[in-house]
């Protein structure tokens, strides 16, 4: 426990603070309209091209680039009857080799983009395939690169929002208060959070900031609890995360007489990450969002079995958009890889769970519904396994 405090408030000393390892960057979509896309030849080998970070000056991004061309080969492994021509392009972790990478996988031809990591990245390399005419699949998470050519596939604050506050309303904690760090980050997921109260028909009890540091988040305690008093606020929804000022949060506000379930806390991050969160007081009873831990399970044995060490936790992304154009191309529509192909409404099956690409360029994923209970990870309501059914 205290140790995830200390690194809590060292990081909250620096709060460079993101919600998640790619980060956000505003940047304007590709251009492509919607319905546009190659042709391909579903009888040979669809030429893909994967951009990750390999000669990076940091060693993080070649162990991640590394992870993601293993599952792209994993998945490719696993299809059934449909063969990929996988080319790798380095991007050094930068937006124009990024866009270089992606004129020579085009001129090599390639029909779809699967990657880069990063947002910047995945802006300019779409704008250099939108003029080609061929989709990208990238790894980021951030919405505002997503649009026209450019698909990202990393999970985002609004499908994660509106699934807990879904469960949330549907289990008598409609009156939802949200707390965020004054970041671009943090106030990105408070607006995704206040846009899934609106459209799940639940009520926006209050809401309270505070300043990136550790004497910005003591200030807020008292306002906090104050306000989730006289709201009568059912839950209390955060955008914080175990590196940065949650476990802080979790600590002062149980001792101010805020204790979850009563109000209900409420995590847009994983709260179960690093393992040694879950000792933590104020976080028993909590409720977060996770993938589907049947699946995740599966693929981490898998991709262990086969390469020796366990998968980055971004890898999964690169299998499914493998699993996605593979399932895409067994179709044998020559125009599978095209945006109405891409954006099937019945979506893919994934390593995580469930997933579809929508027009606007995000994603929907199935995600679980947990909780901590005597210091360990309880799911309370599973992920659904097919769009249309329970968290949709």
């Not at 802080?248 to 149980?254: E, S």
Request: hydrophobic fraction near 45%; charged fraction near 15%; charge should be neutral.
């Amino acid at each position: 426990m205290f140790a995830v405090l200390r690194a809590a408030r060292k990081s909250l000393a620096k709060f460079a603070l993101g919600l998640s390892l790619l980060g956000l960057v505003a940047c304007d979509p590709g251009a492509l309209p919607v319905g546009g896309g190659p042709t391909i030849n579903t009888t040979k080998p669809v030429p893909v091209a994967l951009l990750v970070p390999y000669e990076s000056s940091s060693a993080g991004d070649i162990a991640l680039a590394t992870s993601l061309e293993n599952a792209a080969r994993l998945a490719m492994a696993d299809l059934d009857g449909v063969s990929i021509d996988l080319r790798v392009y380095p991007t050094g972790g930068q937006a124009e080799r990024a866009a270089s990478a992606t004129s020579q996988a085009i001129a090599d031809g390639a029909k779809i983009i699967l990657g880069p990591v990063y947002g910047g990245s995945a802006k300019l390399a779409g704008l250099t395939a939108a003029n080609a005419g061929i989709n990208v699949l990238s790894f980021s998470n951030n919405p505002e690169i997503a649009g026209g050519n450019v698909f990202i596939l990393g999970p985002t604050f609004d499908n994660t929002a509106t699934r807990l506050v879904s469960y949330a309303r549907a289990n008598g904690k409609g009156r939802i208060m949200v707390v965020n760090g004054n970041s671009a980050a943090e106030n990105a997921g408070a607006s995704a959070i206040k846009s899934a109260i609106s459209r799940q028909g639940a009520t926006l009890a209050a809401e309270q900031s505070f300043e990136m540091s550790q004497q910005g988040v003591v200030q807020a305690i008292q306002p906090i609890a104050s306000k989730a008093r006289s709201s009568n606020a059912d839950a209390i929804f955060f955008t914080s995360g175990n590196d940065g000022a949650m476990p802080l949060l979790a600590q002062m506000l149980p001792e101010n007489g805020i204790r979850s379930p009563n109000p209900q806390y409420i995590g847009l991050q994983r709260w179960n990450v690093p393992a040694s969160a879950l000792s933590l007081p104020g976080l028993q009873d909590s409720w977060f969002a996770i993938p589907d831990q049947q699946l995740t399970a599966n693929f981490s044995g898998h991709y262990s079995a086969t390469y020796g060490q366990a998968p980055h936790a971004l890898a999964g992304l690169a299998y499914d958009g493998i699993a996605a154009i593979g399932a895409l191309v067994k179709s044998g529509d020559q125009n599978a890889l095209t945006v109405q192909g891409l954006t099937r409404n019945s979506g893919f099956v994934g390593v995580n769970g469930i997933f579809r690409l929508r027009t606007n360029g995000t994603n929907e994923r199935g995600l679980s519904i947990a909780t901590i209970q005597n210091n360990q990870v309880i799911e309370i309501d599973p992920a659904p396994r097919a769009f249309g059914g329970a968290g949709f």
